[in-house]
């Protein structure tokens, strides 16, 4: 296994624990900078609250990335049972398993746009939509409506057309393969993760942009 640029770090005596945070924040511009990652530990200064860790999964192949498990509903109605998947910041969506995707997309009434490969809402559904809620570690990390749409200031960049609102949930393909789900920089950007090699785990927290309304 070839070691990683923590790794090294944590080897050479340079930081203390073979641990990273990354911080993103949601951004309505195509040239913001305001991710920031901070190595040897994580920056409370980035986050509100304690931070929650669950195991990294021993499900193949996501046992091969920072793997987790969790389960997902929307509101009170549960989209995806238990299953192992992987948090990837060079994601920019969340992606679902097929069956749980279809689910989401029965719920908020969403259409699939044929410009963008995204599902679009209306005015009127955007504003009934309910939390995603991930259950992860024994810990619930809700996403808010305005957490679960594109920013609109930024639908041209995606092909997309002004003032409409696109989801950024997206169909992962069949379950089952032991990498169901991604959650991607649409998730992480509304909260704070730890990546924490030495203890096999990864962490998060919410952050003062966990419920804000950028999008």
């Given amino acids: ?41 994580p920056d409370s200064s980035k986050y509100t609250g304690s931070l929650s860790y669950t195991p ?7 046992d091969e990335y920072w793997g987790i498990e969790q389960s997902i509903t ?14 990837d910041t060079g994601t920019t969506l969340i992606y679902l398993p097929t069956g749980a995707y ?3 997309q029965r719920a908020t009434g969403a ?5 963008t490969g995204l599902l679009r809402v209306t005015s009127a559904q955007y ?36 003032g409409r609102i696109y989801l950024v949930v997206g169909d992962n393909g069949p379950a089952g393969s032991g990498l169901d789900f991604i959650n991607g920089y649409a998730f992480l950007e509304r909260f704070y993760s730890v ?3 030495g203890n096999s785990r ?3 927290a919410s952050t003062s942009f966990t419920s804000a309304t950028s999008n």
Avoid: C
């Fill in 1 to 41: 296994e070839i070691p990683t640029v923590v790794d090294n770090l944590f080897s050479a005596g340079t930081i203390s624990s073979d641990v990273i945070g990354i911080s993103f924040e949601p951004t309505t511009s195509s040239v913001d900078n305001n991710g920031a990652i901070s190595f040897g530990g």
């Fill in 127 to 162: 504003s009934s939509l309910k939390n995603l809620n991930f259950l992860i570690g024994g810990t619930t990390h809700s996403l808010t409506p305005n957490g679960q749409i594109w920013p609109r200031s930024l639908n041209s960049a995606i092909g997309g057309t002004s």
């Fill in 102 to 104: 279809n689910k989401y």
């Fill in 202 to 204: 990864v962490g998060f």
């Fill in 195 to 197: 990546f924490d090699t």
């Fill in 56 to 62: 990294v999964t021993s499900t193949s192949p996501a």
């Fill in 111 to 115: 259409v699939a746009d044929s410009a």
């Fill in 74 to 87: 929307y509101g009170t109605t549960s989209i995806m049972s238990r299953s192992a998947g992987i948090v």
